[in-house]
């Protein structure tokens, strides 16, 4: 089946402090991602789409300038958390479609702790 | 806004049961309902995609259904096995590609 990765896995930061995690397709084109945070005990709730070579497109709530996501290829997405603080600490996943089907790949996930 | 529920929250049963989980949506222009599976600290893996043309899909002891019409959705696992312990999330996907999703039903099945 398609894979989608995520680096790194887990990171702690300081509070005040930037961190990039990046979402790679491993073997397929991925023109669409999509950037997901979970919270303990809470659903995955979609942060923004990020499509290659444009803007990403964000959900209501979600701040632009503070989750910076890049699409710069069909195989990687990258989602910088700026200016961290404890609050942004989460379970953030990744996903990429590989065709028209709607099938979905996650990646397996970044642990993010702000302290 | 879409709102995905899943009952229950919770499920614990002993090896071998066969069980349902339940998701409800209120989104009635679906493009599709997905069912995944999430370990504990981990990503998610795909389970079964049905899509809004479709009423059922299998995949060996699971199948998933749909009803559009009432806004629900039922994963059946058959003869659950420990190794079937986990979190199970359905998600109700809308055009481009967004998935809105439940909070989960964590099951455990006991050996």
């Known amino acids: 089946g398609a894979v989608v990765s995520q680096h790194p896995s887990r990171v702690i930061c300081k509070s005040g402090t930037s961190v990039k995690i990046e979402c790679r397709s491993l073997?397929?084109?991925?023109?669409?991602m999509f950037w997901y945070r979970q919270f303990p005990k809470k659903s995955l709730m979609l942060m923004a789409t990020?499509?290659?070579?444009?803007?990403?497109?964000?959900e209501q709530g979600v701040e632009k300038d503070k989750f910076l996501i890049n699409h710069a290829s069909l195989t990687l997405s990258t989602l910088t958390v700026t200016s961290a603080h404890p609050e942004d600490s989460s379970f953030y996943i990744c996903s990429a479609s590989r065709s028209t089907s709607g099938l979905l790949y996650f990646g397996p996930g970044t642990r993010l702790t702000v302290t | 806004k879409q709102e995905v529920t899943q009952i229950p929250a919770a499920l614990s049963v002993p090896e071998g049961e066969n069980l349902v989980l339940n998701c409800s949506f209120t989104d009635s222009a679906i493009y599709n309902l997905q069912w995944f599976r999430q370990d504990p600290g981990k990503g998610l893996t795909s389970l079964l995609l049905i899509q809004s043309s479709q009423r059922e899909q299998t995949s060996g002891r699971l199948n998933a259904s749909l009803d559009k019409s009432s806004g629900r959705s039922t994963l059946y696992i058959a003869a659950s096995q420990p190794g079937d312990s986990a979190t199970y999330l359905c998600?109700?996907?809308?055009?481009?590609?967004?998935?809105?999703f439940g909070k989960g039903t964590l099951l455990t099945v006991n050996p």
């Open positions: 073997d397929f084109q991925a023109t669409t």
């Open positions: 990020s499509n290659e070579g444009s803007k990403a497109t964000y």
């Open positions: 998600a109700e996907g809308g055009s481009n590609y967004k998935l809105t």
